[in-house]
């Protein structure tokens, strides 16, 4: 069955730099389009950035570009999201998320993992 | 920018729950509806505005284009009672924005 798996996350201090990873199992990785999406204590989810299934294409909040930079590796089924200059409203539980159909974008996410806490705090 | 009503739906276990999402400028048919329960992850209820992803019971539905969207969740039961996010697709640049959310609590 298809899984992902969050890793990564943790306790950082403003102004530190983070690496989250998610590992995908259960189907073509190389074929779907994939999501990380956040989530803060209590808020709904906001979408962070995208990649296109061969990883050439590369989508970012507007909020959060310069910061974040999404990558994957598809020869070992991995998605990264590196995270810098973190601060404080980057609290938030981190979920990689694929996409519905196969080589698009915007068919929904139909897929996601547990998520990874990503905490922010002095 | 997305918006949806009302905030809080409280309705009865087989009633119907309608409940509405709004962009800002047109996206098309580019939207999905997802449901969230407590602690876990969102689940993917419709996409294109109105095409059920697998498994979805037929209970749910979806309408709507341009920036005008409705989500209907027929003869409501138990297992319904979440909070529903609706979320755009913007084609150019691809982007994508979460709304606020719709709470459907037990009358």
């Known amino acids: 069955q298809v899984q992902l798996v969050e890793s990564g996350g943790g306790v950082v201090q403003p102004g530190e730099s983070l690496r989250l990873s998610c590992v995908g199992s259960g189907f073509t990785f190389s074929t779907y389009s994939i999501h990380w999406v956040r989530q803060a204590p209590g808020k709904g989810p906001e979408w962070v950035a995208v990649?296109?299934?061969?990883?050439?294409?590369?989508?970012?909040a507007e909020s959060l570009k310069g910061r974040f930079t999404i990558s994957r590796d598809n020869s070992k089924n991995m998605l990264f999201l590196h995270m810098s200059n973190l601060t404080v409203e980057d609290t938030a539980l981190y979920y990689c998320?694929?996409?519905?159909?196969?080589?698009?974008f915007g068919s929904g996410s139909s897929f996601w993992g547990q998520g990874t806490l990503v905490t922010v705090a002095s | 920018v997305m918006t949806q009503s009302p905030a809080i739906l409280s309705v009865s276990p087989g009633e119907t729950a309608t409940l509405s999402c709004r962009a800002s400028q047109s996206v098309g048919g580019n939207l999905a509806w997802y449901q969230q329960k407590p602690g876990q992850a969102p689940r993917l209820l419709i996409y294109?505005?109105?095409t059920r992803a697998t498994g979805v019971p037929a209970r749910f539905s979806g309408s709507g284009s341009g920036t005008e969207f409705t989500l209907t969740i027929s003869s409501l039961q138990s297992e319904d009672f979440a909070v529903y996010y609706c979320?755009?697709?913007?084609?150019?640049?691809?982007?994508?924005?979460f709304g606020p959310g719709t709470t459907v609590d037990l009358k």
């Open positions: 990649v296109s299934y061969d990883g050439t294409r590369t989508y970012y």
């Open positions: 998320a694929r996409e519905n159909l196969a080589y698009y």
């Open positions: 294109s505005a109105s």
């Open positions: 979320e755009q697709y913007n084609n150019w640049p691809p982007l994508f924005t």
